[in-house]
């Protein structure tokens, strides 16, 4: 079956740009998240989808940035007004379900879009 | 707060000896800890994890790493590295409870095996 999947996997972009992110999780997998990969750094929380809605949006630096899950499996994350800082891998994870260390709870990653703000 | 510190942001050691790859972390309340790898242009791979049933971990690829609670540390080993080894490497915790779900990683290990 297939992994998580995630386009574009490069997007460029000037500086006050709107730009979309696609995260397409694993069939079936009901807990989605986003993090954010900058240069020399592990990756960071962003946001976690359970079905539908946003459980948790604590990571989100700012107001610029927002992710859609409509129909509890493809997302977008969202990035307004983008700003060279916010240059970075972002990566997609999805999970059977969010908690336990059941193998069904093992988040599973995608191969990530790297974003260049210019 | 959780957080994770992987000492060494780089690693190099040779074909056949010894992978010690060190993470340290902090947490208010018993972790869940994770390692994970990332091979080029690829997204990361969970190689182990723990759970609190032993706190030696056997996980993929030959790789191994114990929980020692009074060292907060949860060192990732192998015993004899290949070239496919070759790879970044992260450590995460993860503090369950109500919704909070989410991984928090170290910066990274970047290792090198040399021939």
């Known amino acids: 079956g297939a992994g998580v999947s995630q386009t574009p996997s490069n997007k460029v972009t000037e500086k006050g740009k709107y730009v979309e992110l696609r995260c397409d999780p694993i069939s079936g997998h009901t807990a989605l998240y986003w993090y954010r990969q900058s240069l020399g750094q592990g990756p960071e929380f962003l946001i976690y989808?359970?079905?539908?809605?946003?459980?948790?949006d604590s990571g989100l630096p700012n107001d610029r940035f927002f992710a859609v899950r409509p129909e509890g499996s493809v997302s977008t994350l969202k990035i307004q007004r983008t700003e060279r800082g916010d240059s970075a891998v972002y990566l997609c994870?999805?999970?059977?379900?969010?908690?336990?260390?059941?193998?069904?709870?093992?988040?599973?990653f995608g191969p990530g879009t790297r974003l260049t703000v210019l | 707060a959780q957080s994770v510190t992987q000492l060494g942001s780089h690693v190099s050691v040779s074909e056949g000896a010894l992978v010690l790859l060190r993470c340290n972390y902090s947490s208010s309340v018993p972790p869940y800890l994770f390692w994970y790898v990332q091979y080029p242009n690829q997204g990361l791979q969970l190689l182990l994890k723990y759970t609190s049933a032993a706190t030696l971990v056997k996980g993929i690829n030959g790789f191994e790493a114990e929980f020692k609670k009074s060292e907060t540390s949860f060192h990732l080993t192998k015993p004899s590295a290949h070239m496919s080894d070759a790879a970044e490497y992260f450590c995460a915790v993860r503090e369950d409870g109500g919704s909070n779900y989410k991984l928090t990683f170290g910066k990274g290990t970047l290792l090198t095996v040399n021939p």
């Open positions: 994870a999805s999970s059977l379900r969010a908690g336990g260390l059941l193998k069904s709870h093992e988040q599973f």
């Open positions: 989808f359970q079905g539908t809605g946003a459980a948790d």
